[in-house]
């Protein structure tokens, strides 16, 4: 009888031991899928704010490549406006022709 408690006795020890090696390997395994979401979870997040940011910077460029460009086109017609206001001017007499003195103006984009 002695040799049975013993026996049983081993053999609860060893289940105990099983279920706490069990426990720290689930522990263990929690931690390392918690800290591997985290990781994921942190990636995508940097993932979207350079997203965004690199949406946000093209938007920009394009927006000044916009305004640069209507800036130039505006230019050009405030010009052929004066060219063709010094031509109705000159031809109705108003002044002569070499009275008339074109001044060069600097582009809009110089100073930058």
């Known amino acids: 009888m002695d040799a049975l408690k ?36 942190t ?27 209507a800036v130039a086109g505006a230019n050009q017609v405030s010009e052929k406006a004066v060219e063709g206001l010094e031509s109705v001017v000159a031809s109705a007499g108003l002044v002569k022709s070499g009275e008339l003195k074109h001044e060069e103006q600097p582009p809009a984009d110089a100073g930058q």
């Open 43 to 69: 990636k995508t997040k940097e993932g979207v704010a350079t997203s965004v940011n690199t949406v946000a910077q093209k938007t920009t460029d394009q927006a000044n490549l916009m305004s640069d460009t």
């Open 6 to 41: 013993k026996g049983f006795s081993i053999a609860k020890e060893g289940v105990v031991a099983a279920a706490e090696k069990t426990k720290a390997g689930v522990e263990e395994a929690a931690a390392k899928t918690k800290e591997g979401v985290m990781y994921v979870g």
